[in-house]
């Protein structure tokens, strides 16, 4: 059976707490398989730590993310190997049946934070490293 997730790309805002589902988000993406917090969150963690965010490139370009767009389409890059389980989805549209929503919270030269819903509350909110503390097995 499938765990469905789904990772939404938000840009941090003022007001705007991690533990509550921002109105806007930039684009979303469906994760068919493996959305549980062990496999997609440590997935998700492994591959954001130590990265930020930056607004334009420089002389030293390994581990940043040249804006919220460059993190969301590189996301999607690592993500997708064959055709199946990921889909980008219009965040407007809601998805049935999903186990799991993750926020991919960013913006430039600030921390990338992630926060974890189930289907009734949230579960985890923190910086990759945490996620990998706390679910990586």
């Known amino acids: 059976m499938a765990t469905r997730a789904k990772i939404h790309i938000a840009r941090r805002e003022e007001g705007v707490s991690f533990s509550d589902k921002p109105e806007k988000v930039m684009v979303s993406i ?13 997935t998700l963690a492994s ?10 490139l420089g002389r030293d370009n390994e581990y940043i993310f040249n804006g919220l767009g460059c ?11 064959g055709p199946g389980n990921i889909y ?6 809601p998805h049935t049946w999903i186990d799991y929503d993750y ?9 990338i934070w992630i926060s974890i819903f189930d289907d009734r509350e949230c579960i ?14």
């Open 30 to 42: 469906y994760n068919h398989y493996d959305g549980y917090p062990e496999g997609l969150g440590v």
């Open 47 to 56: 591959y954001l730590d130590g990265y930020r965010i930056t607004n334009g």
């Open 71 to 81: 993190l969301a389409a590189s996301l999607i890059a690592e993500l997708k190997d």
């Open 88 to 93: 980008i989805e219009d965040p407007n549209v």
């Open 103 to 111: 926020y991919v919270w960013g913006d430039d030269n600030k921390d």
């Open 124 to 137: 985890f909110v923190g910086l990759p490293t945490e996620l990998l503390d706390k679910y990586e097995v």
